[in-house]
C-alpha cells in the first residue's frame, strides 16, 4: 500500500466575481483562491496548513474532500478523485468543519454515535471499542446530555469523536480549538498528539492557533494568495525567515563597553545599564559565545533566553512573500 495518502499537483480553484466599473456597468472577472498548490501527505502525518484569512486554505480543504470541483491540476486522497468517488471517499475521511455540525442538536450525544455508526455501517464492536476509547481519551462523560446543551468545548471533542467513529484514514480539522477554554484545549491537544503518535490517521489541520501548531505539527504548509510560500519544519521556518532569539543578561555593574560580535544587536537597557536585552538572529554568534563575552568583562548576576515566538516568524514570512496577490483575469471569450 502506498504511503501517499494526499497527492495535489497544480491544483488551482478559481472564482468568477462581480466587480463595479462604473454607476451601471459591471465586469466579471475571474480569480484564483487556489493558484497552483503542491501537497504530498503521507500516512500518519500531522500537517499543519496555515495562512491568513482569505489565502485558500478552506478551498484546498473543500477540493480535497470533493466539496469543490477544481479548476484545473491533479488530486487524489487515500487514491480516488474525490469529486469524482464522493461517497467511497467519505466513508474513509473524516471532517470537522468551522460551524458545520455533524450531530442531531436535540438529541442526546449517545443517540447522535449509534446513528452515525448506523450511516456508516461499522460493525457494533468496532464501534463500541472505538467510542469506549474516545470516551476515556476525551472525558465524554456527558453521553446521555442533548446536544443543545452542551458547552463549546463539549460539543468540540464529541466532533472529534463522530468524525472519527468509522475509522477513517484522513481526518481534516478546520480551527478545532477555536473558543475554547483552556481545559478544553488541552484535552483536545492530547488527543491529537496520541492519534499523531499512534500514526493510523492522517491530520490535516488548518488553524489561527499558532500554539496548536507549535505543540501538534512537525510539518507545516503556509499558503498566502493561493500559493504555498513554506513546505517544512517549524525549525526550518524559523532559520528561513530569520526568527531572533533574546539574551537578557542581569549585571552586577553597567556594561560601557559596545560588543562587536556578528549576528547580535543590543535591543534595550535599563536607566541604570544593569538590565540589558540582546537579541541574535541565529547567523553567526550562538547565545553560549554571546554569554561567554559577556562574562569576561562584566559579572553576570542573571541569564534568560526567550525563544522566538511563532506570531513573529509567521508574519515576517507573508512580509516576504509575492508582493501583490495573482491578478484577477478577464474570462476567455
Avoid at 466599473?21 to 500516512?43: F, K, N, P, Q, S
Avoid at 461499522?122 to 446536544?147: C, E, G, N, Y
Avoid at 483552556?182 to 488553524?207: C, H, I, M, P, Y
Avoid at 496577490?325 to 474570462?331: C, L, V
Wanted: glycine residues 8%.
Amino acid at each position: 500500500m502506498s504511503a501517499l495518502v494526499i497527492d495535489a499537483r497544480g491544483l488551482r480553484r478559481e472564482f468568477t466575481v462581480s466587480r463595479r466599473v462604473g454607476r451601471l456597468r459591471w465586469r466579471r472577472d475571474t480569480v484564483a483562491a487556489v493558484d497552483g498548490v503542491d501537497l504530498r501527505v503521507e500516512r500518519g502525518e500531522l500537517l499543519g496548513y496555515l495562512g491568513p484569512n482569505g489565502a485558500g486554505k478552506s478551498t484546498t480543504l473543500k477540493m480535497l474532500t470533493g466539496v469543490l470541483v477544481p479548476s484545473g491540476g491533479f488530486v487524489e486522497v487515500c487514491g480516488l478523485v474525490p469529486v469524482n468517488h464522493r461517497v467511497r471517499l467519505s466513508r474513509r475521511i473524516g471532517v470537522v468543519f468551522g460551524q458545520r455540525s455533524q450531530l442531531w442538536w436535540d438529541l442526546p450525544l449517545r443517540e447522535s454515535f449509534e446513528l452515525a455508526r448506523h450511516i456508516w455501517r461499522v460493525p457494533p464492536a468496532d464501534h463500541a471499542a472505538r467510542l469506549a476509547r474516545f470516551v476515556r481519551d476525551l472525558d465524554l462523560s456527558f453521553l446521555d446530555t442533548p446536544v443543545r446543551q452542551l458547552s463549546l468545548g463539549q460539543r468540540m471533542r464529541a466532533e472529534l469523536t463522530v468524525a472519527l467513529l468509522h475509522g477513517p484514514e484522513v481526518l481534516f480539522l478546520d480551527e478545532p480549538t477555536i473558543g475554547l477554554d483552556v481545559v478544553s484545549k488541552q484535552a483536545v491537544r492530547a488527543f491529537l498528539t496520541e492519534l499523531r503518535d499512534r500514526g493510523d490517521t492522517t491530520v490535516v489541520l488548518t488553524t489561527h492557533d499558532l500554539a496548536d501548531i507549535e505543540r501538534l505539527c512537525r510539518r507545516i504548509v503556509v499558503i498566502d494568495h493561493g500559493r504555498v510560500v513554506h513546505d517544512g519544519t517549524l525549525t526550518e521556518l524559523h532559520e528561513r525567515y530569520g526568527s531572533r532569539r533574546r539574551v537578557v543578561v542581569q549585571l552586577d555593574e553597567p556594561l560601557l563597553a559596545q560588543l562587536a560580535l556578528p549576528g547580535v544587536t543590543r535591543e534595550s537597557a535599563s536607566p541604570d545599564g544593569r538590565l540589558v536585552t540582546f537579541s541574535l538572529d541565529g547567523s553567526a554568534t550562538t547565545a553560549g559565545e554571546l554569554v561567554a563575552t559577556l562574562a569576561a568583562s562584566v559579572p553576570l548576576r542573571d541569564i534568560s533566553v526567550a525563544e522566538p515566538e511563532i506570531e513573529d516568524v509567521i508574519a515576517r514570512l507573508y512580509a516576504s512573500g509575492p508582493a501583490t496577490p495573482p491578478q484577477p483575469r478577464p474570462p476567455s471569450a
